[in-house]
């Protein structure tokens, strides 16, 4: 497992099939914030409100300079049906062998009902033009979540 990240640190680089058939890599939004957010599933309860949020507010973080990328283990197909579905206007990265997932701390130990498992723990990187990480959310409540982000990238 990777250390855990701080603020301060350079961000993992990735390059991940993304959503309609593309491939996205931080490398290629240099110059830019980028908002990395990580989630356990597409098209679940928790999930489709995070992404409706920061679609919500999309126009808002572009004009701010900044990109929203969700990441999740869910296929490329799944996550153009999730955006299909729900008209989400974010781009969606799939991890599916879950090494970004690993590199960013993300894939932990979690319990439901008695159950033990693990999975991806809703966390969001605010990462800037430069590639260094400006700001950690783990263990991320969706209500306004997206909102504190935005009010955060206004201030690079």
């Avoid at 808002?60 to 008209?87: C, M, P, T």
């Avoid at 599916?96 to 009902?113: H, N």
Wanted: hydrophobic letters at 40%.
């Amino acid at each position: 497992m990777a250390k855990e990240l701080k603020i301060g640190d350079r961000a993992p680089v990735f390059k991940l099939p993304a959503d309609g058939d593309d491939e996205i890599s931080l490398k290629s939004l240099l110059g830019k914030a980028v908002i990395l957010y990580f989630y356990p599933k597409d098209d679940t309860s928790g999930c489709t409100k995070e992404a409706i949020e920061f679609t919500n507010l999309l126009t808002k973080f572009r004009r701010a300079g900044a990109v929203i990328l969700g990441v999740s283990k869910d296929s490329v197909v799944a996550h153009d049906k999730f955006i299909k579905k729900h008209k989400l206007k974010v781009r969606l990265l799939s991890d599916a062998d879950g090494s970004l997932c690993e590199k960013y701390s993300v894939w932990v130990g979690k319990s439901m009902y008695g159950r033990k498992y693990m999975g991806i723990e809703r966390s969001t990187f605010l990462i800037d033009g430069k590639g260094v990480i400006k700001d950690i959310w783990r263990k991320v409540k969706v209500a306004n979540h997206a909102e504190a982000v935005l009010e955060r990238v206004k201030q690079l």
